[in-house]
């Protein structure tokens, strides 16, 4: 079983995909350059395959970067809405929030906290307003992996 951290969650908010960018940017360029040398050229045909090609790998390039896009931004929002979670959970037992983990990387009903040494099963509600935290025990709780220390 894993567990990821509070600074895992605060961690991830803060992930970029500075490479993907760079090679969409690399790409555009190319086209541009050989869209500028086939103006200049006379065969108008030498290049178009060239352009077409890259072209199309742009658009491709473009829309996994929309994609990746949308996923990091609901991420995001299950992320910081785990962290206010974490935080609540921190003032409600007393505990610093860094010295909580949790088994799932989202809210979930029925997900096990993990508090110092203690477990706890996390109840919510329909619209995850309130939440109940029973105490509870792992059958083996020698194979938890802890994610984000």
Do not use: C, W
């Amino acid at each position: 079983m894993e567990f990821f951290t509070y600074n895992y969650f605060v961690n991830q908010s803060s992930n970029s995909h500075i490479y993907q960018y760079l090679l969409v940017i690399l790409v555009l360029l190319i086209v541009l350059l050989f869209i500028l040398k086939r103006s200049k050229n006379k065969s108008r045909l030498k290049y178009r395959d060239l352009i077409i090609l890259l072209s199309l790998l742009l658009v491709f390039l473009i829309g996994i970067q929309t994609n990746d896009y949308q996923k990091g931004k609901a991420e995001k929002g299950n992320y910081s809405q785990m962290i206010f979670f974490l935080e609540a959970v921190s003032k409600k037992k007393l505990v610093d929030p860094e010295t909580i983990s949790v088994n799932y990387k989202y809210l979930k009903d029925e997900m096990v906290l993990k508090i110092n040494n203690k477990y706890y099963q996390v109840n919510f509600n329909s619209d995850f307003t309130t939440f109940k935290l029973e105490e509870t025990v792992l059958v083996n709780d020698e194979s938890i992996k802890v994610t984000g220390k």
